[in-house]
């Protein structure tokens, strides 16, 4: 870890490589130090620990769909969201310098991985795929066993980052397949994202359980003019069957019109967070 | 597989005894042909093929939230829900006859009962957790390989099936532990459930991308007083950052209300798919 002051220390999810970091870099540029960190429990907690300045994580993908657990973190951490970003998921076939197409017998990644390379593995028989729990991480396994016969599935930062080569680039089945991803703060923070801003504000909230109250709660937006671009459903713990939102629009906290939509919205909804400008 | 033309062919994913096998019997009482099939796409297909009437799925868990690949499935066959039932999980530790609760070195689950039992496991730190891949199959594991150092954590029904005990009752953390199923046929198929109708209603969307356009389409359900019980957002394949909303509402299928809501729904949405009144 570089010790100089001007580097935001920030944590993502996953082994060197992974592509949260490539996140990472279109967030705060190559003036961050990424810093690897095993669960997405573990982000928070060393956010939360003041281990590191930022954390980025995914929060949805366009084919899978959100990244529910981190919903949760979001919730329950005194964090803010201060940036956004969207990476194209390019899956590629990495192996050791030297090694050829033809001497490769295994490719490892992870399943989801595997899963989006169907084609490629359907059209290369001779390839026996191999589940791993990490994609970066299974080149990091090839450079540290030095395997000459097996390939893994990972972004082409893995590749450079653990000297391997890419042997076919993009993979992937479908082209459509970005992840989105959040870059957070300890509440107060002075963390600044390298990307122009979104103009979009995260809020979470639950309503009354009464008819028509979602209906309601959009209707502070969209008596507003204010455009909701994600709605996500979580379950209420200890409550069963009532439900938490996780709203995204449009929109600044300068804005008069979003503050007045948001103290609309605290007359309308039981419980209120704003989870952040972006 | 009884031939008796009574009984309806219940396909439901997991091992025999799992809870999915309790809803099953909930929703079509003992007059059911439980089949366990391996994968949840499994239950779909063999659905489609006509080697099953009926299929039993998880949708959402109070703690976990959504089954999300159920909703997808929903979405892509020709099916209808026709039933819904919530089967309260309650998590017992489950041993071979005779085997004492001193005797227990290792207690197998899946990793998800696992870590909803976190107190049990803290309070005897003598008996090491080993996850399974299926709660049920656990317990069969168990018969089949006649340990006596171990115990698993499962349904009451899986001890039943398997001819086990249970050694403790209840032992999950947290009682508000609820799964809801749906009952699934072939569209124009004439499975009858035995529950008592839920007078509700599962539609699945999608909207124009414009402001607003999420709001118009709960108008449609909100000015007529037509009471939301459920929204899910899941992405639409192919479109970046577009959305499926799955919703649920009180009514049924015969109220001129609900008929005309529908209507209006189809004049404001892209899509519009009625899963099902049950």
Not at 189 to 210: A, D, F, R
Not at 217 to 245: N, V
């Given at each position: ?15 060197r490589g992974a592509f949260s ?126 395997r000459r016969d097996a390939a ?105 019109k979003v503050q007045n939509a ?17």
């Amino acid at each position: 870890m570089k010790q100089n002051k001007q580097y935001v220390r920030a944590g993502f999810q996953g082994e060197r490589g992974a592509f949260s970091e490539i996140a990472v870099r279109q967030l705060l540029g190559s003036e961050s130090d990424p810093i690897p960190i095993e669960w997405f429990d573990g982000v928070f907690q060393a956010l939360m620990d003041k281990k590191i300045d930022a954390a980025v994580i995914p929060m949805e993908n366009t084919l899978h769909g959100s990244v529910i657990e981190n919903f949760d973190h979001l919730l329950n951490h005194d964090i803010e969201v201060v940036g956004e970003t969207s990476v194209r998921i390019v899956h590629n076939l990495i192996a050791l310098p030297g090694v050829a197409f033809k001497d490769i017998k295994e490719v490892y990644s992870h399943p989801v991985a595997l899963n989006q390379c169907l084609k490629f593995l359907h059209q290369n028989p001779q390839v026996e795929k191999k589940t791993f729990y990490d994609t970066a991480g299974s080149v990091k396994m090839l450079a540290e066993t030095k395997r000459r016969d097996a390939a893994a599935i990972a972004s082409n930062l893995s590749a450079d980052i653990y000297g391997a080569r890419i042997l076919k680039r993009g993979i992937e089945d479908d082209r459509a397949n970005f992840t989105r991803f959040f870059l957070l703060q300890r509440k107060g923070g002075t963390v600044k994202g390298k990307m122009p801003p979104s103009k979009k504000v995260s809020i979470v909230l639950s309503t009354k359980n009464e008819p028509g109250s979602l209906f309601r709660a959009l209707a502070a937006l969209a008596l507003r003019d204010i455009s909701l671009t994600k709605i996500e459903s979580r379950p209420l713990k200890g409550k069963p069957w009532e439900y938490l939102f996780y709203i995204d629009f449009e929109g600044t906290l300068k804005d008069v019109k979003v503050q007045n939509a948001i103290r609309h919205l605290e007359e309308v909804a039981d419980f209120l967070k704003v989870l952040g400008g972006y």
